[in-house]
C-alpha cells in the first residue's frame, strides 16, 4: 500500500500537480495551485469528503500524540469539515485558546465562534 502511494504522489509530481514542501523532519506535499487543490476536493462526493477529513484527523492525532498541540489548528479544519463534531468543537476550542495566548484575540473569535457552531450538531446531554 505504501508503494502504491508513493507511486500515485510521483505521477502528481510529474504531472505538476503537487509539489514537495518539506523533506525534514515528515515528507510533505502540497498543491501547485489552490485552483487545483479544490477541484481536486470538489471531485468527492460530499460524504467521502467528510470522511476523509476526519480519516485525516485521525491520522495526525495518532502520527504526532507528542506534538499535538502543534496541529491544533489544521486539526480543527480537518473535524470541522466532517461529521465528528465533539472532535471540531474540541479542537476549534484547543485552537482559540491556543491563539488567545499568542495574543490574537480576533483569531481566537473566529475559533471560539465555530466551536460553539459545532455544538449545535451535539445531542443534547441529559441534565
Partial sequence: MRQELKSYLLNLQGLEFIYEKSLFPQLEYVFKHALTREVACNSVLQQRRKEIH???????????PDRIEEFYEM?????SRSDNFEKAHHFLKLSGDKVMRNHSASEASSYYKDAMEALKNLPE???
Fill in 75 to 79: 486539526l480543527a479544519h480537518q473535524y
Fill in 54 to 64: 476526519e480519516d485525516i484527523g485521525r491520522a495526525i492525532e495518532a502520527l504526532y
Fill in 125 to 127: 446531554s441529559p441534565i
